[in-house]
């Protein structure tokens, strides 16, 4: 059971362009979504994260809108820099019984941003 | 502060080997997990090691073990490897167990089984 839906699969966005990736998740106790990027050869690393009391967060050129009755989120990445070419993954913890910290991820969008 | 650290970062082994990976977390994070990342299946959960003791374990067959020393560093080891095994392994660490808790990954093992 995939918990955790991202589109697009791929992206191909202009230099200077808005990306905007997209999640949407089934489990209703998840609290904490977090968003990473990783470049080839490389381990995924934190961009940003979100718990759900928050409609938005912004950090410099990235946002996470969270729509909780919907239960989507979505990355947007302003003003998209050619460094920015990565795989980005969506993910979300929570609810896991017992507690711990487990995260479920999509299935990661490849990101190319053209001069 | 250095990050996760795991090792080897490549090997190749042959079908029905068995296969030990070390993960050393950020100096003092108590929180360790696994994660297999396949093309095919994505970032996928093994196992989480907190305190020594094992809190969650993802959906996969009783091959994959681990375990954590008092000092948090990990190691996971997968018996009896099939061809489907091959895959980047991932350990990650964070300060403490539950959810929100920054998770901060290593660079990954590449194991080829042939």
């Known amino acids: 059971q995939q918990q955790v839906k991202q589109s697009p699969q791929s992206l191909i966005v202009q230099k200077g362009g808005i990306s905007i990736i997209n999640c949407a998740y089934e489990?209703?106790?998840?609290?904490?979504f977090p968003w990473y990027q990783q470049f080839p050869g490389k381990g995924p690393a934190l961009l940003i994260a979100i718990r759900p009391d928050v409609s938005e967060k912004k950090e410099g050129r990235f946002t996470i809108s969270f729509n909780k009755s919907a239960k989507q989120f979505s990355l947007h990445i302003m003003d998209s820099q050619p460094g920015d070419s990565a795989t980005y993954f969506c993910?979300?913890?929570?609810?896991?019984?017992?507690?711990?910290?487990?995260?479920?991820f999509g299935t990661g969008t490849q990101l190319k941003v053209e001069l | 502060k250095a990050g996760v650290t795991q090792t080897p970062r490549y090997l190749i082994k042959t079908r029905g080997q068995q296969v030990t990976l070390s993960c050393s977390p950020i100096?003092?994070?108590?929180?360790v997990s696994w994660y297999q990342q396949t093309p095919g299946q994505g970032l996928q959960f093994l196992f989480e090691?907190?305190?020594?003791?094992?809190?969650n374990k993802g959906n996969f067959p009783g091959r994959f073990s681990g375990r954590q020393f008092s000092n948090s560093r990990s190691e996971m080891n997968v018996s009896t490897l099939e061809l489907g095994d091959s895959a980047l392994y991932l350990c990650?660490?964070?300060?403490?167990?539950?959810?929100?808790?920054?998770?901060?990954f290593g660079e990954g093992s590449w194991l080829t089984v042939v």
């Open positions: 090691y907190f305190s020594e003791t094992q809190r």
């Open positions: 993910a979300a913890s929570g609810g896991v019984t017992g507690g711990g910290n487990k995260l479920t």
């Open positions: 990650a660490s964070s300060l403490n167990s539950g959810s929100g808790n920054t998770i901060y």
């Open positions: 100096s003092g994070h108590r929180s």
């Open positions: 489990n209703t106790a998840f609290d904490y």
